[in-house]
């Protein structure tokens, strides 16, 4: 898993809660160095590998949050993203942690999700979106928005040790979800709600849009 300043840390922790529980697996979190990494929330996170010491891995994951849009044009990161994928079995991304992916050049013509308020990004960097919780086209599985990481990561691990192993996390981890209000969607959430958030993130979306049209022209998927 991808550390980096300014990513939400339920896009990492809620897949972290899974995939650490899979049999004879560990599970690295990798950052440019061992220095703690703060996320966009204030908490902080300590590394254990870095890229340069960073063995070849089985499963690359990335998280997303509003530090995606530096990721995205930091040639040292998507160089490694894109050494580790040579060999990965699986590729990997929640939230907008797929932009990144796509920068990478790794999600040209691949079905892939995204955050709700970023996913028609994706367009622009090559790759096919799809508004689905989980997506999965062939070795890439991508989650939607933060707390759908748990349903990526469910999935993630039904692909690599099967669904018996899958539901016995789930339980354990009694991810058994009962929200208070049908808000979690834009599908779902009240057009006044959907409308308040969409304003609060417009300037964050503006940047983004930005990053990804910039990083598009160079990979040639851009206008």
């Avoid at 339980?171 to 959907?194: M, N, R, V, W």
């Amino acid at each position: 898993m991808l550390l980096f300043p300014r990513l939400t840390q339920l896009d990492l922790t809620g897949p972290y809660e899974v995939l650490a529980r899979l049999p004879n697996s560990t599970v690295d979190l990798v950052s440019r160095t061992l220095d703690p990494v703060k996320t966009d929330r204030g908490m902080t996170i300590v590394p254990t590998v870095t890229y340069a010491t960073c063995l070849p891995l089985d499963v690359v994951m990335v998280p997303g949050g509003p530090g995606q849009q530096d990721l995205m044009e930091d040639e040292e990161a998507l160089g490694f993203l894109r050494k580790q994928a040579v060999t990965a079995q699986y590729v990997t991304s929640v939230c907008t942690g797929s932009l990144v992916l796509a920068a990478a050049g790794l999600l040209k013509g691949k079905r892939a999700t995204c955050h709700w308020a970023a996913i028609d990004h994706l367009a622009l960097l090559g790759a096919i979106p799809v508004r689905e919780r989980v997506v999965v086209d062939g070795n890439v599985v991508t989650g939607a928005g933060v707390a759908s990481g748990i349903d990526f990561a469910l999935r993630l691990a039904a692909i690599l040790e099967g669904e018996a192993v899958a539901r016995e996390i789930q339980l354990q981890i009694e991810y058994d979800p009962d929200p208070p209000f049908d808000s979690g969607s834009p599908k779902t959430a009240t057009p006044e709600t959907l409308a308040a958030l969409r304003s609060r993130l417009a300037k964050l979306n503006e940047e983004r849009r930005a990053v990804a049209t910039r990083v598009g022209r160079k990979l040639g998927t851009a206008p």
